[in-house]
């Protein structure tokens, strides 16, 4: 698959990401075992032969040992960071192996926890692994496989597609803060609803931004989708009142309405996104038939916070997450899953129209740890 390869090579291109965690927390044992097994300095090393021959070691022969033992420190300084583990990552990953004891455990909590993947399911994780392996001795690709399956087990019951009733008009409003990808998912996903034969609207309610317009009208445009629009500044919820209307005098089936990205923590925004709603249930007190809250992955732990409170606005139907290109901390998606239990409808990559994929749970367990995606659960 073309979107899973491109997931985790973008979840594996920059830093602090699980799978070379595990490649550090297995390798940091291989080279204390070298090390333990090695002697302490080079006059050991010829102590030890000399002992073996019965010959004590001459006063020249001492003194080039202690020379070597005074540059010895000079040339370990000189070494370029990551020499040992460029040494371990050419030796077969199956020879690799480390206990799996409490100092292992405590580092793999750790690396999760770093990864946003969150404190409560990072030990949920560790624990489950615990069980079945503890004392065992592990290679980087069967830790992976552990915690690919851990992740899997997780986050399985969360994919689903957003909800869709046949022969009526659908109204799905997308929520979220500033910048976290609204008006971009929504254009990507209106094609992509198009594709299926389906006839879609998009409605501009973001009145504030101008940009915001502009955006939405660019990609309304690329994908040949009509848009509704009001003027600047104008009531956010008069624009989907007539959007509305004109989708059902059209035989729209599907109507998209992006919104003001409002601060979940901003109380007279939130009032605002809940008078569209209102104004939305007087034309169909069913709808919004899907209430879509757009993530910015690169937020961290912080949309948490973002998912209570537009739960509590709202009433958040499923997560689109964004921007997984932009960091290595795809855990995120994992806490979520965790805690809310809601529907993960899609996952975002970039700009490009196919840059949005529907959530698969194994994929993404794969490629978040670096497995290939024919790694069975």
Partial sequence: ?????????????????????????????????????????????????????????????????????????????????????????????????????????????????????????????VERIRKDNYSKELSVEELKRLISVEIFNIVKSSSGIPKYNEGKLNIWLFIGVNGSGKTTTIGKLAKQEKEKGRKVIVAAGDTFRAAAVDQLSIWSERSGIP??????????????????????????????????????????????????????????????????????????????SQVDIFSKSAGVSGIIMTKLDGTAKGGVLVALADKFHLPIHCVGLGEKMDDLAPFDPKLFANAIVGLDQDIDE
């Fill in 227 to 304: 848009m509704v629009k009001g003027e600047e500044k104008s009531d956010p919820a008069s624009v989907v009142f007539k959007a509305i209307e004109k989708a059902r005098n059209e035989g729209v089936d599907l109507l998209m309405i992006d919104t003001a990205g409002r601060l979940q923590n901003k109380t007279g925004l939130m009032e605002e996104l809940e008078k569209i709603i209102r104004v939305i249930k007087k034309q169909d007190d069913t709808a919004p038939h899907n209430a879509i809250l757009v993530l910015d992955a690169t937020s961290g732990q912080n949309v948490h």
């Fill in 1 to 125: 698959m073309k979107f899973f390869k491109k997931l985790k090579e973008k979840l594996f291109s920059t830093s602090s990401k699980i799978g070379s965690g595990l490649d550090k927390i297995i390798d940091s044992e291989v080279k204390d075992s070298k090390k333990m097994n090695e002697p302490d300095s080079i006059l050991e090393k010829v102590d030890s032969k000399g002992s073996e021959t019965g010959q004590s070691v001459s006063s020249s022969k001492t003194k080039n040992v202690k020379e070597l033992e005074n540059k010895s420190p000079k040339r370990d300084k000189e070494k370029k960071p990551g020499f040992i583990r460029k040494i371990l990552s050419s030796v077969d990953t199956i020879s690799r192996r480390r206990k799996l004891d409490e100092e292992m455990l405590l580092d793999l909590e750790d690396l999760l926890i770093a990864s946003d993947v969150g404190v409560s399911t990072s030990s949920l994780i």
